[in-house]
């Protein structure tokens, strides 16, 4: 074979996708729309002002990574409701169990997927923190 | 026993046995709502519905029907199914399925049953029920809204507690439980309801939202209160006691607790345990090392003639034999427990009429009984749970029940019992007058007649007859006669009488005096016979068996602190006593306590005589530790522990085990070792071990060798008119001063009172919750006061619990003191 011919070819394909539309994502200038069905960080739902969670223990009782951490507390109501909902995130999978198992819809998974962090306590997202992703 | 076919099984039954249990028997599982085994068959829930071919394949309740020779029962067939289905649903009909936030999800049975029934929706529709909440009490909740009307909270209040706080109310879809005048709950709050609701309408509030049922570890205990010996079923989660979890097959009370066993398990995680050793240094009690602290306690304690022991009835049975051989080898013989006469009734009473000091009784003989004699209907107050045997002995059994206290109770309205209320401090005097009315109506068993010191005992007792102590008990002559002639013609008949710090009249006198009347009328031994002795503590019997008392030259607990204030004793060693709050005569204690060279105290928590200590070591509760109890009746059983020791603390068996090693003696480092010697020193231990005392436990072998003695008797000191007679007690709520830390019984009984008669409240004009002052020969308090009816007049009842106003500023440890009473 031509020696040259490999190097042709080569140079064709590089030629090419010059006038081609890149294949790559300009991140983070340029963002994924990602899937509604996307399982990144967690959200609190609310309903009235108040989270819909009644810290059931669903959640933490299906988690296979044993990440979620909730405490009940009873209100001025004798409600219950979650006193303490944490999430650490290093340890969680994004199996979407919580959302399955949740009785009363109070929790989803949103899209957010940029969870890095430079230290440790920043990846335990508190009640407030999820109540905050609207 | 009866042959049926259950199931194409050919299954045997007792004769008396329901399908159901029959089935349960033959491991067998028939759905059921509405039973538990304690409570009679009811029949509400229609779920255990079982075709019986003899009755021409009808759908019958198997709670319901008994066994017949023959039949042959098929549980499950397309129809049952059908019809379970259908009941599931008319009860889910009107149950909210508020599951998620309810806390019996997950432990649920109308839960359980309508998964494996797979009921995922309703044929059916209705509106749910509004019914108000009950919130009014803390420590349980109504939601009448969950209820699903099987009846076991009416039927345990009434069957076994006989209480009868619940009932049906209204008729038909309006039908629902509730109180009296459909009000609030105000009850004993033993929570028996609450154990056996089937669903969440019945909640125990302490442990409301703690956790989820399946979050937590299930593990066996032992109650450390009283003496009754109760098993525990402990929900653990995270190293932390949470609740107590009911089991229908634990025990021989069958999983009933009482208000403290079931709702005063707080103490364990009390936030205000001690964690780490604290010593005295500069007038301060600051934190230290346990070397330093063991080093300090060794070489205080190292001589012996002037040190002095006292421990708590608390301890396990290792722990006091242990305690006893540091004692020994230091060379001391001042070592006692329970205030030194709490126990005497046992230790000097039943040994030397009985010839060992145990009971000759056990609590399984209650329901086998014909007749009981209770002294002081106080037994219900201290050993609660020994009180619902005599309710359902009395109420399911037939037995008679006769009692014999210094004011009414509880006991005294179970249906047919008779109460002789006489003046206090004339118990041995009464129970001597009935001996000797054994004797005049010629009712003495052979046995007893043939004792060689029969003669002369009758000869003694004859100052004692029921005309003579007629006055001074205050009970008629014929009274007396009449439960005399009650007690010797039953077939079978038992004595049960507390003891404890509160009852000093309960001591050996009594003991003997009560053991006579037993010789007299032969009934020391035999099933449903014999004398039961209910100790105050979790392990007084046990304290009693390994011999932590004084013998010879010992001083006894009081003794001790005479002897320190004669500067015999410089040195005291308090495991988990708190004897300024508890034993009589607080400026006395507190007197000696500074008097005191050294104190060290181990202790859960930072009491009123820790402030006294030098040297304050944290000790572990019986949830943190491994051992035996031997509780009334000789009933060893083995624990062991459910969570981690609480901080830096540590088990007396570990504090005492590194002192006798610091000290120069040797001794066994795990309380496996030492129940083994004791297995083979104590005759009545013989042979136990930890793998065979297993989850029933044991019985002591007690050998009775009776012997007529006449017991010193003092005629009452007859009050002054305008005196009262100071009786301390036990409350239902409390046991001991433990109970103090304990959420639940501090919710329904935070603080002392001074009970009085109604009479003499509108003689003085004393209202409920009036201020009324309080003044002995030893001091002077002021008390809420109580109005009630089971007092007699000239009686004045002070619980003992209560560290805040504690009853022994003006109680010097009489069985009665005289006490004026002003507002």
Same mark, same amino acid.
């Given at each position: 074979?031509?020696?040259?011919?490999?190097?042709?070819?080569?140079?064709?394909?590089?030629?090419?996708?010059?006038?081609?539309?890149?294949?790559?994502?300009?991140?983070?200038?340029?963002?994924?729309?990602?899937?509604?069905?996307?399982?990144?960080?967690?959200?609190?739902?609310?309903?009235?002002?108040?989270?819909?969670?009644?810290?059931?223990?669903?959640?933490?009782?299906?988690?296979?990574?044993?990440?979620?951490?909730?405490?009940?507390?009873?209100?001025?109501?004798?409600?219950?409701?979650?006193?303490?909902?944490?999430?650490?995130?290093?340890?969680?999978?994004?199996?979407?169990?919580?959302?399955?198992?949740?009785?009363?819809?109070?929790?989803?998974?949103?899209?957010?997927?940029?969870l890095a962090n430079y230290r440790r306590e920043d990846f335990i997202y508190?009640?407030?923190?999820?109540?905050?992703?609207? | 026993?009866?042959?049926?076919?259950?199931?194409?099984?050919?299954?045997?039954?007792?004769?008396?046995?329901?399908?159901?249990?029959?089935?349960?028997?033959?491991?067998?599982?028939?759905?059921?709502?509405?039973?538990?085994?304690?409570?009679?068959?009811?029949?509400?829930?229609? #779920?255990?519905?079982?075709?019986?071919?003899?009755?021409?394949?009808?759908?019958?309740?198997?709670?319901?029907?008994?066994?017949?020779?023959?039949?042959?029962?098929?549980?499950?067939?397309?129809?049952?199914?059908?019809?379970?289905?259908?009941?599931?649903?008319?009860?889910?009909?009107?149950?909210?399925?508020?599951?998620?936030?309810?806390?019996?999800?997950?432990?649920?049975?109308?839960?359980?049953?309508?998964?494996?029934?797979?009921?995922?929706?309703?044929?059916?529709?209705?509106?749910? +029920?509004?019914?108000?909440?009950?919130?009014?009490?803390?420590?349980?909740?109504?939601?009448?809204?969950?209820?699903?009307?099987?009846?076991?909270?009416?039927?345990?209040?009434?069957?076994?507690?006989?209480?009868?706080?619940?009932?049906?109310?209204?008729?038909?879809?309006?039908?629902?439980?509730?109180?009296?005048?459909?009000?609030?709950?105000?009850?004993?709050?033993?929570?028996?309801?609450?154990?056996?609701?089937?669903?969440?309408?019945l909640l125990a509030r302490p442990f409301k939202f703690k956790a989820r049922?399946?979050?937590?570890?299930?593990?066996?205990?032992?109650?450390?209160?009283?003496?009754?010996?109760?098993?525990?079923?402990?929900?653990?989660?995270?190293?932390?006691?949470?609740?107590?979890?009911?089991?229908?097959?634990?025990?021989?009370?069958?999983?009933?607790?009482?208000?403290?066993?079931?709702?005063?398990?707080?103490?364990?995680?009390?936030?205000?345990?001690?964690? !780490?050793?604290?010593?005295?240094?500069?007038?301060?009690?600051?934190?230290?090392?346990?070397?330093?602290?063991?080093?300090?306690?060794?070489?205080?304690?190292?001589?012996?003639?002037?040190?002095?022991?006292?421990?708590?009835?608390?301890?396990?049975?290792?722990?006091?034999?242990?305690?006893?051989?540091?004692?020994?080898?230091?060379?001391?013989?001042?070592?006692?427990?329970?205030?030194?006469?709490?126990?005497?009734?046992?230790?000097?009473? +039943?040994?030397?009429?009985?010839?060992?000091?145990?009971?000759?009784?056990?609590?399984?003989?209650?329901?086998?009984?014909?007749?009981?004699?209770?002294?002081?209907?106080?037994?219900?107050?201290?050993?609660?749970?020994?009180?619902?045997?005599?309710?359902?002995?009395? !109420?399911?059994?037939?037995? !008679?029940?006769?009692?014999?206290?210094?004011?009414?109770?509880?006991?005294?309205?179970?249906?047919?019992?008779?109460?002789?209320?006489?003046?206090?401090?004339?118990?041995?005097?009464?129970?001597?007058?009935?001996?000797?009315?054994?004797?005049?109506?010629?009712?003495?068993?052979?046995?007893?007649?043939?004792?060689?010191?029969?003669?002369?005992?009758?000869?003694?007792?004859?100052?004692?007859?029921?005309?003579?102590?007629?006055?001074?008990?205050?009970?008629?002559?014929?009274?007396?006669?009449?439960?005399?002639?009650?007690?010797?013609?039953?077939?079978?008949?038992?004595?049960?009488?507390?003891?404890?710090?509160?009852?000093?009249?309960?001591?050996?006198?009594?003991?003997?005096?009560?053991?006579?009347?037993?010789?007299?009328?032969?009934?020391?031994?035999?099933?449903?016979?014999?004398?039961?002795?209910?100790?105050?503590?979790?392990?007084?019997?046990?304290?009693?068996?390994?011999?932590?008392?004084?013998?010879? !030259?010992?001083?006894?607990?009081?003794?001790?602190?005479?002897?320190?204030?004669?500067?015999?004793?410089?040195?005291?060693?308090?495991?988990?006593?708190?004897?300024?709050?508890?034993?009589?005569?607080?400026?006395?204690?507190?007197?000696?306590?500074?008097?005191?060279?050294?104190?060290?105290?181990?202790?859960?928590?930072?009491?009123?005589?820790?402030?006294?200590?030098?040297?304050?070591?944290?000790?572990?509760?019986?949830?943190?530790?491994?051992?035996?109890?031997?509780?009334?009746?000789?009933?060893?059983?083995?624990?062991?522990?459910?969570?981690?020791?609480?901080?830096?603390?540590?088990?007396?068996?570990?504090?005492?085990?590194?002192?006798?090693?610091?000290?120069?003696?040797?001794?066994?480092?795990?309380?496996?070792?030492?129940?083994?010697?004791?297995?083979?020193?104590?005759?009545?231990?013989?042979?136990?071990?930890?793998?065979?005392?297993?989850?029933?436990?044991?019985?002591?072998?007690?050998?009775?060798?009776?012997?007529?003695?006449?017991?010193?008797?003092?005629?009452?000191?007859?009050?002054?008119?305008?005196?009262?007679?100071?009786?301390?007690?036990?409350?239902?709520y409390h046991n001991g001063t433990l109970s103090q830390f304990g959420e639940?019984? #501090?919710?329904?009984?935070?603080?002392?009172?001074?009970?009085?008669?109604?009479?003499?409240?509108?003689?003085?004009?004393?209202?409920?919750?009036?201020?009324?002052?309080?003044?002995?020969?030893?001091?002077?308090?002021?008390?809420?006061?109580?109005?009630?009816?089971?007092?007699?007049?000239?009686?004045?009842?002070?619980?003992?619990?209560?560290?805040?106003?504690?009853?022994?500023?003006?109680?010097?440890?009489?069985?009665?003191?005289?006490?004026?009473?002003?507002?």
């Amino acid at each position: 074979m031509n020696p040259f011919t490999p190097i042709i070819k080569g140079l064709k394909i590089t030629l090419d996708h010059l006038f081609k539309k890149p294949v790559t994502r300009q991140y983070p200038t340029e963002r994924p729309k990602v899937s509604p069905r996307f399982r990144g960080l967690h959200a609190l739902n609310m309903s009235h002002d108040k989270a819909k969670c009644v810290a059931c223990y669903l959640c933490p009782t299906v988690c296979p990574a044993k990440c979620i951490t909730v405490e009940a507390a009873e209100d001025a109501n004798h409600d219950k409701y979650a006193a303490v909902y944490e999430i650490d995130m290093i340890r969680c999978i994004f199996c979407g169990y919580c959302v399955e198992a949740c009785p009363v819809d109070a929790i989803r998974m949103t899209g957010e997927f940029e969870l890095a962090n430079y230290r440790r306590e920043d990846f335990i997202y508190t009640k407030e923190r999820l109540l905050e992703k609207k | 026993m009866v042959n049926l076919t259950i199931d194409n099984r050919q299954v045997t039954a007792p004769r008396n046995a329901t399908i159901y249990e029959a089935a349960k028997i033959n491991g067998i599982h028939i759905p059921i709502l509405c039973h538990d085994n304690k409570l009679k068959p009811f029949g509400a829930c229609r #779920m255990c519905l079982v075709e019986v071919e003899q009755m021409k394949g009808r759908q019958i309740p198997a709670c319901t029907t008994p066994v017949t020779e023959g039949m042959i029962v098929t549980t499950s067939t397309p129809d049952i199914i059908k019809a379970r289905k259908l009941v599931l649903e008319l009860l889910l009909l009107n149950h909210p399925l508020d599951c998620p936030v309810c806390d019996k999800g997950g432990d649920c049975d109308l839960q359980n049953l309508s998964y494996d029934y797979k009921i995922s929706s309703n044929r059916f529709h209705d509106q749910k +029920f509004q019914h108000k909440i009950d919130y009014n009490n803390p420590l349980i909740e109504r939601d009448m809204n969950r209820c699903i009307l099987c009846g076991k909270c009416v039927r345990i209040c009434d069957e076994i507690v006989s209480f009868g706080a619940l009932t049906f109310i209204g008729r038909g879809i309006e039908t629902k439980i509730g109180c009296e005048f459909d009000e609030a709950l105000n009850c004993e709050f033993c929570g028996s309801c609450v154990s056996v609701c089937p669903v969440g309408a019945l909640l125990a509030r302490p442990f409301k939202f703690k956790a989820r049922f399946w979050a937590m570890e299930k593990k066996r205990s032992i109650c450390g209160y009283c003496g009754t010996g109760c098993n525990l079923t402990l929900g653990v989660k995270e190293g932390k006691v949470l609740t107590t979890v009911y089991d229908e097959n634990q025990g021989f009370h069958r999983g009933q607790l009482c208000v403290r066993g079931r709702f005063g398990y707080q103490f364990i995680n009390n936030e205000k345990r001690l964690k !780490k050793p604290l010593i005295r240094k500069n007038g301060a009690l600051v934190e230290c090392g346990w070397d330093e602290a063991l080093q300090l306690a060794a070489s205080k304690i190292r001589n012996g003639s002037e040190t002095a022991a006292i421990a708590t009835p608390r301890l396990t049975n290792e722990e006091f034999f242990l305690f006893r051989k540091l004692m020994k080898g230091i060379g001391s013989e001042n070592f006692d427990h329970a205030a030194g006469y709490a126990h005497k009734a046992l230790t000097s009473g +039943f040994a030397r009429s009985l010839g060992s000091a145990a009971s000759t009784a056990m609590v399984n003989d209650i329901q086998k009984s014909d007749m009981l004699l209770v002294i002081k209907t106080d037994s219900y107050e201290t050993h609660p749970v020994i009180g619902f045997e005599i309710n359902i002995a009395v !109420k399911d059994k037939g037995v !008679k029940l006769n009692i014999v206290s210094d004011k009414n109770g509880k006991l005294g309205k179970l249906p047919g019992a008779r109460t002789f209320v006489h003046l206090p401090g004339s118990e041995t005097l009464l129970i001597n007058a009935l001996c000797s009315s054994v004797i005049k109506q010629k009712l003495v068993s052979s046995t007893a007649a043939s004792l060689p010191d029969f003669k002369e005992y009758a000869k003694g007792i004859e100052a004692f007859s029921p005309e003579k102590a007629a006055s001074l008990c205050g009970i008629s002559p014929e009274e007396i006669n009449s439960l005399a002639a009650d007690f010797a013609s039953s077939k079978k008949a038992m004595i049960l009488f507390p003891t404890g710090v509160a009852y000093p009249g309960h001591d050996s006198e009594l003991a003997t005096a009560l053991a006579n009347l037993a010789i007299l009328a032969g009934k020391v031994e035999g099933e449903g016979c014999g004398l039961l002795c209910l100790p105050e503590k979790n392990n007084s019997q046990g304290a009693v068996d390994t011999g932590f008392y004084p013998t010879g !030259k010992g001083l006894d607990a009081l003794s001790v602190f005479d002897a320190i204030e004669d500067g015999r004793i410089k040195t005291l060693f308090l495991a988990g006593e708190n004897p300024v709050v508890s034993y009589p005569d607080e400026a006395r204690i507190k007197r000696a306590l500074e008097k005191l060279d050294f104190l060290v105290l181990t202790t859960l928590f930072p009491t009123e005589t820790a402030e006294y200590a030098d040297l304050v070591l944290p000790a572990s509760s019986y949830a943190e530790k491994e051992g035996t109890f031997t509780s009334a009746g000789g009933h060893v059983q083995y624990f062991a522990p459910v969570i981690p020791k609480a901080g830096d603390s540590r088990t007396d068996f570990e504090i005492i085990s590194s002192l006798i090693k610091l000290t120069g003696g040797e001794a066994a480092s795990n309380p496996s070792e030492i129940f083994a010697e004791i297995a083979s020193t104590l005759d009545g231990y013989a042979g136990m071990t930890y793998e065979n005392l297993g989850e029933n436990g044991a019985f002591t072998a007690v050998k009775t060798r009776p012997a007529l003695i006449l017991p010193q008797t003092q005629a009452p000191a007859l009050r002054k008119p305008e005196e009262f007679s100071l009786v301390t007690g036990a409350l239902l709520y409390h046991n001991g001063t433990l109970s103090q830390f304990g959420e639940g019984p #501090m919710h329904v009984s935070p603080e002392s009172y001074a009970e009085i008669s109604r009479k003499d409240a509108s003689r003085l004009g004393i209202k409920e919750n009036d201020t009324i002052t309080l003044t002995s020969d030893s001091g002077s308090m002021q008390l809420a006061a109580r109005v009630s009816l089971r007092i007699p007049e000239g009686v004045v009842f002070i619980p003992n619990h209560f560290s805040a106003n504690p009853v022994n500023a003006i109680w010097s440890g009489k069985p009665v003191t005289p006490v004026a009473l002003s507002r």
